[in-house]
């Protein structure tokens, strides 16, 4: 009985301390977002000794962050759409279809092998490509490479998904005269649909979060992402404004906590039913 209260005693304080090592981060940045200037210059404090909105103000009116959330999200929701598309249907089509002389095992090793790949490993061909086509400096590439980030893990995470689905189920829809279409959009997609949310959650939050190529392909701001233009506030040629930045930090956190607040049950179930083996 001793043994299992202090068990549930050291549990309980490791899962306090990681509660406070993973919360206390967002706890700061909150706190350094809602400080005036002069509490941020008077010394280090646990929590604000003044409250103000200046800092999300000017980060609107003088940095132009409107624009920056406007890019981050035509960035990130174009780029999702295409490679769930895109994702969805090759690794249904892996899933399933029969290759001659054994090539699915390799196609899926050059699938894994981008995803593995570091991400700088590709950047100096990527620019090379997209300088050659003229759309360097615009949000087109930025788009484009997280297409070919996101496209690989979406393949690998559904592959599970859909080879534990039997297949008797879709050759009697096809019997019942339904469409390859139909028997896809109405059977096949359905069954799946926690790992297509918690797949879409996690390539969302990539995307948003992506700062490497936005760096490299981009150099005009007002083609800048949400990481783009806070980077810009830390800088060797101007002092650090601590207060915008962690403003801009608290305000690209809302999307992302929306949306898995709102998906949570499908992202646990979508997580969980890949991570098993039948």
């Known amino acids: 009985?001793?043994?299992?209260?202090?068990?549930?005693?050291?549990?309980?304080?490791?899962l306090a301390f990681l509660m406070v090592w993973t919360l206390f981060p967002i706890y700061w940045m909150f706190t350094l977002s809602i400080r005036s200037q002069d509490d941020l210059n008077s010394g280090f404090s646990f929590y604000p000794r003044s409250f103000s909105l200046d800092n999300f103000i000017g980060l609107f009116t003088e940095k132009g962050f409107l624009n920056a959330i406007l890019n981050s999200l035509f960035v990130t929701c174009t780029s999702l759409c295409v490679s769930l598309v895109f994702g969805v249907m090759c690794s249904y089509i892996l899933s399933r279809a029969r290759f001659k002389f054994g090539m699915k095992g390799p196609m899926l090793f050059w699938v894994l092998l981008i995803r593995i790949l570091p991400p700088i490993s590709l950047a100096l061909p990527l620019y090379i490509m997209m300088t050659s086509l003229g759309i360097i400096n615009t949000m087109t590439p930025i788009v484009l490479a997280h297409i070919l980030i996101n496209v690989p893990f979406i393949i690998w995470f559904l592959l599970s998904f859909f080879q534990k689905l039997p297949v008797e189920v879709?050759?009697?829809?096809?019997?019942?005269?339904?469409?390859?279409?139909?028997?896809?959009?109405?059977i096949v997609l359905p069954q799946v649909l926690p790992g297509l949310t918690a797949v879409g959650i996690l390539s969302f939050m990539t995307s948003w979060n992506e700062y490497l190529y936005g760096v490299i392909f981009v150099q005009d701001p007002q083609n800048f992402t949400i990481p783009l233009l806070l980077s810009t506030m830390n800088s060797e040629q101007e002092l650090t404004q601590w207060g915008m930045v962690a403003s801009g930090g608290v305000i690209s956190l809302i999307p992302v906590l929306f949306f898995v607040i709102f998906a949570q049950n499908f992202l646990i179930s979508g997580l969980s039913s890949g991570a098993v083996k039948e």
């Open 1 to 14: 009985m001793i043994s299992n209260k202090r068990q549930k005693t050291v549990k309980g304080i490791c």
């Open 170 to 186: 879709e050759e009697s829809a096809m019997v019942d005269g339904a469409s390859e279409w139909q028997m896809f959009t109405k």
